[in-house]
């Protein structure tokens, strides 16, 4: 994350700090449920290898689909079609990094991006296309919808860690979205995001579905570009057509 992003982060976050007020489980809190009765860290990985087999972890996560996101580099690459990712744009992959992807069962998948597309005019966005599509056992994210992003409704967020935790959705204007920490929430499901978190991905949870609201911009508890904002939509669209070969 640039300097003037942290910067920013700093000055738009600091009255948002966690609340360590009682611990929230998840079973007794609306949305929270996918949570178990003991606090537990969001890890997602026993081991984590870039070019070679990797193990997931067996808790609260495992249950979550997280094999289209590329985590062997920080500046993290997400998966909205089987050739496309975004990342941020100002810490997008450069071309020579390989995108490398885990399945289910750990197994590697290595590509490369072929071309990006900066869209700065709509957000701290870029979209990338990859030099081969992958499988369908490495999973696309749908954008979310505007009417998902509602203030209170809790949010998947990731990280550099490669660690989930649990936010809230605080409020939308325009194509940006800014998160919030849960009110009483265990602090073990709060992460204060720092440089080298640009460009992760967070996630409302559908019916089990991850579906992909922002990509971190700034610090804090987060904020980015809204993906279920219809202009930033639209020019995702447009650019992965332009970018299809």
Known sequence: ?????????????????????????GGGS??????????????????????????????????????????????????????????????????????MFHDKRGKPYERFIMETKMLTDVG??????????????????????????????????????????VHQVEAVTGGMIRLGYIPGLNPIYQRNLIVGDSGNPSFLLKNGELVLLETHTTGGPGAGPFYGDPAVQAAIRRAMAELTP
């Open 1 to 25: 994350m640039k300097p003037a992003f942290l910067f920013a982060a700093v000055f738009c976050f600091t009255a948002c700090a966690p609340r360590y007020g009682p611990s929230v489980q």
């Open 30 to 99: 609306s949305g929270l449920g996918f949570l178990p009765k003991k606090a537990e860290k969001g890890s997602l990985f026993v081991y984590y290898q870039p070019k070679d087999s990797s193990k997931w972890q067996n808790n609260w996560t495992s249950g979550m689909d997280l094999t289209g996101v590329s985590w062997n580099d920080s500046r993290t690459a997400t998966l909205i079609s089987p050739s496309h990712v975004v990342m941020a744009a100002h810490f997008a992959r450069p071309s020579d990094v390989p995108v």
């Open 124 to 165: 701290d966005i870029a979209v990338a296309r990859l030099h081969l599509p992958l499988p369908p056992e490495v999973t696309p994210y749908r954008l979310a919808k505007a009417g998902d992003a509602t203030p209170g409704t809790p949010v998947i967020v990731s990280d550099q860690t490669k660690t989930l935790s």
